[in-house]
C-alpha cells in the first residue's frame, strides 16, 4: 500500500531543525502501527494474541474478526534506558508499536467483495503490514480458496493492495495534472512526477 506523506510536516523545535526535510514516506513518531493482513481463517488472530499477550477471539470460520483488534507493544531498548539515565529527563516516553489485526481479505475486495474497503481502509492506516499466509495442511479448518497454496494466497492479497494503490493513484492525479498545466509550484510539479512514475510501476 502507498503510504502518503500528506499532513505529516511538524513545526521545527529548534532553530536549527527549520530546514531538516520531512519524511518522503511515513511520519514521525516514537510510535508505529503494523497491521496483520492476510487471506479469512489463516491465523492472523492466533498470530494476534501471540505477539501482544491477548485475548482476541479465534475461531475456526472466515471473518471471525470483522472491526479490528489493536493491542499496544512496548519496544524495549538499552539505548532508550542508557539516554535517560544519562540525561535525566523530565518525562519519558518510550517507543511502542501499535499492532493491528485485520479482518480477513478476499479476492476482488477492491471491488467490495467480503469487507472490501472496510479492509483496505483498515491497511491503510498503517505504517506497515504483516503478511500471514497459511502452509499446513489441516481439513478440518476451512480454507476461503478450498485448498491450500501460499503462493496463489500471496498473489491474491498483493494483487489487491495494488488494485487499492491505483484508486489512490488516480485520485491524486487528476487534481495534480491540472495544477502543473495551471503552472502550480514545485512542490507539486514533483508529486506529479512521482505519482506517474509509481502509477508506471503498477
Known amino acids: 500500500m502507498i503510504i502518503s506523506d500528506i499532513n505529516i510536516k511538524m513545526p521545527p523545535k529548534k532553530k536549527g531543525d527549520a530546514n531538516v526535510p520531512p519524511p518522503f514516506f511515513g511520519r514521525l513518531g516514537s510510535n508505529l502501527k503494523i497491521g496483520i493482513v492476510g487471506l479469512p481463517n489463516v491465523g492472523k488472530s492466533t498470530f494476534f494474541n501471540t505477539l501482544t499477550k491477548s485475548q482476541a477471539t479465534a475461531e475456526n470460520f472466515p471473518f471471525c474478526t470483522i472491526d479490528p483488534n489493536e493491542s499496544r507493544v512496548p519496544v524495549p531498548d538499552a539505548r532508550f534506558d542508557y539516554l535517560c539515565d544519562h540525561y535525566k529527563p523530565a518525562s519519558k516516553v518510550p517507543a511502542f ?106
Open 97 to 202: 508499536l501499535n499492532v493491528v489485526d485485520i479482518a480477513g481479505l478476499v479476492k476482488g475486495a477492491h471491488e467490495g467483495k467480503g469487507l472490501g474497503n472496510a479492509f483496505l481502509s483498515n491497511i491503510n492506516a498503517c505504517d506497515a503490514i504483516f503478511h500471514v499466509i497459511r502452509a499446513f495442511d489441516e481439513e478440518e479448518i476451512v480454507h476461503v480458496e478450498g485448498d491450500v497454496n501460499p503462493t496463489r494466497d500471496l498473489d491474491i492479497i498483493h494483487s489487491e493492495l495494488r488494485f487499492k494503490d491505483l484508486e489512490y493513484l488516480n485520485k491524486q492525479l487528476d487534481p495534480l495534472e491540472k495544477s502543473v498545466a495551471r503552472g502550480g509550484d514545485k512542490q507539486r510539479k514533483a508529486e506529479h512526477v512521482s505519482i506517474l512514475l509509481m502509477d508506471n510501476l503498477n
